[in-house]
C-alpha cells in the first residue's frame, strides 16, 4: 500500500495590522515629522556652531549652552518674561472666570462671546496697527478724547503694560469659550441642591462653581505660561523690545540675537532652551492638572 503525503497548506498571507485609528493618525504624524521633527533636528545641528548664516560655520561643541548660562541679556530677558507673565496671567484667568460667568444662562451670551473671540481671528499686524493709533501718545484717539497721555514710549512699565493689554485683547475669547463650556458642564443637581439649602447666588459661585472649575483654572494657567513665553510678535510690532530693553521678553531677545546680530548658532542654542523651558512648565503644571481631576 502507498501512502500519499498530505499537500502543504498554503500559508496565510501576512498582513500590516494597525489599530483602526492609527490609520487616521498617520498623515499628522508624517506632518509632524517633516515639518517639527527634521527641522527641530536642524536647530539642534546648528546649535552646535558658530555660524552667521553663511558659509557651513564652525563647530564650537556645547560652547553656546555654556554661554547661555554667562548671559546677562538673556537673564534680564527671562525677568521682563517673568514680569509679564505676572501682568497677563492672573488677569486672563481670572478675567475669563468672571465674564464667562457673568455671561451664562444671558441672552447676549452668544453675541458677545462672539465678539470677544473675534480679535483672535483679526490678524496680528492690523491689531496692531489699531492699537497704535488708538494709544500713540502724540496722536491717539485716547489722547485726543481724554487728554490721558500714556507715556508707554518713555516709560518702561507702561509699555509693558501696553502689550499686556493687547495681548489679553487678544486671547480673552478663548478663555471666556473654555470656562463657558466648562459652566455649561456643572452637574446641575449639586448646584440646585445648594439652592434647596438656602445658598445664595453669591455663596453658590465661590464655593461651589470655582472649586468645580478648578482643572479649567489649571488649564488655561498652563496655556497663559505658554502664550507669555513664546510672546513675540506683539512686542516686536508694537515696541520692538523698548524703551531702554524693558519689554524685551525671551522670544523677542531670541529674534535680536539670530536675525539682528546674525548670531544664528547661538539663536538656535536659545531656541532648543526657550523649548526646554516651556515643556518644563507644561509639565509641571499638566502634573498640577492631573492631581485636580
Known sequence: MQLTRPEPRPKA???????????????????????????????MGFSTLEWGGLGAGTPVGAQNYLRMTQDPELGRALLVTLGFA????????????FV???LEGTRLERPIKALLFLPGLITVGASAISWYTLAAPEYGLISQLTGLNIPWDRSGFAALAVVA???????????????????????QEVLEAA???GASEE?????????????????????????????????FLLTRGGPFGSTRVVGY???????????LGYGAALSVGVLLL????????????????
Do not use: C
Open 278 to 293: 516651556a515643556f518644563a512648565v507644561a509639565a509641571v503644571q499638566a502634573r498640577r492638572l492631573r492631581s485636580e481631576l
Open 195 to 197: 439652592r434647596v439649602d
Open 100 to 102: 464667562a460667568m457673568e
Open 86 to 97: 505676572a501682568l497677563t496671567l492672573p488677569l486672563y484667568v481670572l478675567l475669563s472666570a
Open 253 to 263: 531677545y531670541l529674534y535680536e540675537v539670530a536675525f539682528e546680530r546674525y548670531q
Open 13 to 43: 498571507r501576512t498582513r500590516l495590522k494597525l489599530v483602526p485609528g492609527w490609520w487616521g493618525l498617520l498623515p499628522a504624524l508624517a506632518g509632524m515629522a517633516l515639518f517639527l521633527g527634521y527641522p527641530l533636528i536642524q536647530v
Open 203 to 235: 455663596a453658590l459661585r465661590w464655593r461651589i462653581v470655582l472649586p468645580l472649575l478648578r482643572p479649567s483654572l489649571v488649564f488655561l494657567g498652563v496655556v497663559g505660561s505658554l502664550y507669555a513665553l513664546q510672546s513675540y510678535t506683539a512686542v
Open 165 to 187: 493689554a493687547f495681548t489679553l485683547w487678544q486671547h480673552l475669547g478663548y478663555g471666556v469659550l473654555v470656562f463657558s463650556a466648562a459652566l455649561k458642564n456643572l452637574p
